[in-house]
């Protein structure tokens, strides 16, 4: 065995450890640290494996893997009700993690709570505010300008109040809590819809709004309503062209975006050994596209290998001794059951518009040129936070030296985004980086970049009708880089970088040949790379900062003349009455994402200024009226004009509104500001034919009424011309249907029934005006 000094070297190299001794780490067998950054914080799964005993016993049933972890947490396992579907939970999670673009909101929200310190581990990490512009160590220097402001911000924030700080430049949220923080059984919320990536080391990983992670953070249990557990049954083994990815892609075909709502997928079977940790990280990344509440893994050898290679050796053998738990049991029921033969599952490629229009590689170039889809690919990106682990970017380059082997370099632009830091300084070191740039690739800061709308792009003009390729995981209209005419495809890096080099849809690389420098015709093969670095990680820079023992000095400041941070003022508590007359601000007319109701891209900048960044309140839906985006009737005026000055105006002059939506309203991303925009600017009610999980939890904690039409055809029944009357709030009670009076211009009234999922908790969010007022409600008594 190494000398004890050696071993100490090599895990200070592989997890970056510069500011505590690794003795906590190597030692304390019967106390394993969560992480290496909070050696005192230590993995209950004594907890978990008494609570799961408790309701096993209760139950009667063997359990899913979903329920092991997700009645491990509960506050009262003895006396919580536990139907799949219908009861809310009451859980105790492990940690919080935020993105700095959701940090903001969450942090001046847990300021105005008053608390002195979080009562769980916590993070912040910087990963959205940096712009893809001219290269990775560039728009890392100009983001540090920019937002320098924020990022200091939520720096002192941090150290206050005990929350540990990723710098900018440390990479990708998710990638991070996957080298770092998750671990199989852990119960994780995040701000971002894609925290469920961690879910690939077989965690629990839940992504919310930012004052769900408040509750959390303050020591208060935290609701969920009991998930229906979807199992997804693999057999057979991934090989050639097929990725991981394509397991969540032909997933999303099967389920569509809204057919994981109010479920965990579990994936299982024989075919899960195939798939490396982070491959199964990407599936479960993904599954936030088919509406899930998370997706996981149970633990294997992948996972343990995946630890140990990041310095969490000593997870590894705590979970080998509770495995029992960290694996569904034999029998147990799924609410649905997917079976998918890997052995049969061929590359996919899906879009444009919609993560869920799947297609097989094969056939997309066909069925481009039938739908009159533009077939020149203008640029293909890889990474994000759903593929840029250190496999993934050894595949892409072992795609682009064979290229570079027969004298090709890319037709279309090329771009890669490593997922962290460490994966960035690993890439150099192995060669990967040179090889992707050799081929024409530019290497972007370890940021989420274009993924998230933040790309300064340059080849094209708005409204030019193009299509690009991606190893994201959403590619609804505009997403990317603020152009609707842009149609753009999520697939797997390998394959991105095969469409890149041959500039077509209509590439196949599993069939379709090349012509080479020297004229000779060749065909790729199918990408062979290893899963870790032979050698350790290499850490790179040093990007955390811990928070201090002693914080009682620290301070932090927000200027009451900024534009891009503002103190939040609670919001006004419910009048006991019921909501008379309310105006219309827009009938939507089909999908409206939070991109739609609050868009990302150069709007970043204000998520920190809830005034500011509602000036992007809805401005991507379409109004049913018109047809057109951010246009809509000021009832009083006649005028049309954009929905953000319409809703000034009505809260100007008194006017309570209501929004009317279709399915699924809200899908996407976590965003709370979705939320707080329409509550800051006088909404009162959202009603739709469905809604999107986070999105509908997001509203109630803001104090809004979340509604969808007891009878689904009620849509056509509202015009943008009539007002609407909300009875039955003084009787609210969580099952009963509200009564919805309509009101017709031309005097006539019809009464349909709205339905809502309140629990008493959640109705006294609205009694008191907001979660965050009935927590100091309760604070005070």
């Given at each position: 065995?190494?000398?004890y ?23 304390q ?99 959205h ?9 560039k ?51 995040g ?29 208060i ?33 099967i ?5 994981g ?5 579990e ?28 997706s ?14 990041t ?31 890997l ?25 481009a040129?039938?739908?009159g ?10 990474g ?11 595949r ?6 064979q290229?570079l ?6 037709k ?33 800061a ?15 003009k ?20 603020a ?11 390998e ?34 790379a ?6 350790e ?46 105006q ?51 009832a ?19 006017i ?39 999105h ?31 009875q039955?709030?003084?009787d ?6 509200l ?37 100091k ?5």
């Amino acid at each position: 065995m190494a000398p004890y000094s050696l071993l100490v070297t090599r895990l200070q190299k592989a997890l970056g450890v510069r500011q505590y001794h690794v003795a906590s780490v190597l030692c304390q067998r019967a106390k394993v640290a969560m992480s290496h950054f909070e050696p005192n914080e230590y993995i209950r799964y004594d907890l978990l494996e008494k609570n799961i005993n408790i309701v096993r016993k209760r139950l009667n049933r063997p359990l899913t893997l979903s329920e092991k972890i997700v009645y491990g947490h509960l506050d009262d396992p003895a006396n919580q009700e536990i139907e799949r579907g219908k009861t809310y939970l009451r859980l105790r999670p492990d940690r919080v993690a935020m993105q700095d673009a959701t940090a903001q909101m969450a942090m001046l929200q847990f300021i105005s709570s008053g608390l002195p310190k979080v009562a769980v581990p916590s993070t912040i990490h910087c990963d959205h505010l940096i712009e893809a512009q001219l290269g990775g160590e560039k728009d890392l220097r100009r983001a540090k300008e920019i937002n320098q402001e924020v990022y200091n911000f939520l720096a002192t924030a941090g150290a206050k109040y005990g929350v540990g700080f990723w710098r900018p430049g440390s990479g990708i949220i998710h990638q991070i809590i996957l080298e770092n923080y998750s671990y199989p059984g852990v119960l994780l919320i995040g701000t971002d819809s894609h925290t469920p990536n961690g879910g690939g080391l077989g965690g629990i990983c839940i992504g919310v709004g930012g004052a769900d992670a408040v509750d959390v953070m303050a020591g208060i249990p935290w609701e969920l309503k009991c998930p229906k557990v979807i199992g997804v049954k693999l057999t057979g083994s991934l090989s050639g062209w097929t990725s991981p990815k394509d397991v969540i892609l032909k997933v999303a075909g099967i389920l569509t975006v809204k057919g994981g709502t109010g479920a965990i997928v579990e994936y299982h079977g024989p075919g899960v050994d195939s798939i490396s940790c982070t491959g199964m990280a990407t599936i479960c990344n993904m599954g936030a596209e088919i509406g899930a509440t998370t997706s996981v893994f149970p633990y294997n050898h992948r996972m343990k290998k995946y630890l140990n290679k990041t310095g969490r050796a000593d997870i590894a053998n705590l979970a080998d001794e509770f495995k029992d738990h960290l694996v569904p049991d034999p029998g147990c029921h799924y609410d649905q059951l997917i079976e998918i033969n890997l052995n049969e599952l061929k590359p996919h490629i899906n879009g444009p518009f919609t993560p869920d229009l799947a297609h097989p590689v094969a056939e997309v170039g066909s069925v481009a040129e039938k739908e009159g889809w533009p077939l020149d690919i203008r640029v293909g990106l890889i990474g994000s936070c759903t593929n840029s682990s250190y496999e993934d970017m050894g595949r892409s380059a072992a795609v682009a030296k064979q290229a570079l082997a027969h004298g090709l370099k890319c037709k279309s632009q090329f771009t890669i985004t490593p997922g962290s830091e460490q994966i960035r300084a690993t890439i150099e070191r192995d060669g990967y980086a040179q090889i992707l740039r050799d081929v024409g690739g530019i290497v972007l800061a370890n940021a989420c970049g274009p993924c998230i709308g933040q790309w300064d792009r340059k080849d094209i003009k708005k409204g030019e009708k193009n299509t690009i390729v991606t190893s994201y995981n959403r590619n609804f209209t505009g997403r990317n880089d603020a152009n609707p005419e842009t149609h753009a495809f999520v697939t797997s890096p390998e394959i991105v970088t095969a469409l890149a080099i041959a500039g077509t849809l209509k590439f196949n690389p599993e069939t379709d040949f090349l012509t080479g420098k020297d004229g000779k015709k060749f065909k790729l093969e199918a990408p062979d790379a290893d899963e870790l670095p032979r050698a350790e990680f290499d850490p790179g820079q040093d990007t955390y900062q811990h928070p201090p023992k002693d914080s009682s000095g620290q301070r932090v400041d927000v200027s009451p003349t900024s534009q891009r941070l503002q103190l939040l003022e609670p919001f006004d508590k419910w009048d006991g009455k019921d909501l008379e007359d309310l105006q219309i601000l827009i009938k939507v007319k089909g999908k409206c994402t939070t991109d739609h109701i609050s868009a990302a891209g150069p709007w970043l900048k204000f998520r920190g200024h809830l005034d500011n960044i509602s000036n992007n309140l809805l401005i991507g839906a379409i109004n049913v009226e018109n047809g057109k985006a951010n246009s809509v009737r000021n009832a009083v005026t006649q005028e049309f004009g954009p929905v953000p000055d319409t809703a000034r105006y009505y809260k100007e002059h008194g006017i309570r509104w209501v929004v009317i939506g279709d399915e699924n309203y809200g899908e996407g991303s976590s965003r709370e500001h979705a939320a707080l925009e329409p509550r800051h600017l006088g909404g009162r009610a959202i009603i739709t034919k469905s809604f999107a999980r986070i999105h509908e939890t997001n509203l109630k904690k803001q104090g809004l009424l979340p509604l969808t039409f007891a009878d689904p055809a009620d849509y056509n029944k509202i015009h943008p011309v009539d007002k609407l009357t909300i009875q039955g709030l003084k009787d609210f009670a969580p099952g009963k249907p509200l009564k919805c009076i309509i009101k017709h211009p031309n005097g006539t009234q019809e009464t349909i029934l709205l339905n809502h999922t309140f629990n008493e908790t959640q109705i006294e969010w609205f009694r008191a005006g907001s979660a965050l007022n009935r927590m100091k409600e309760l604070q005070q008594k």
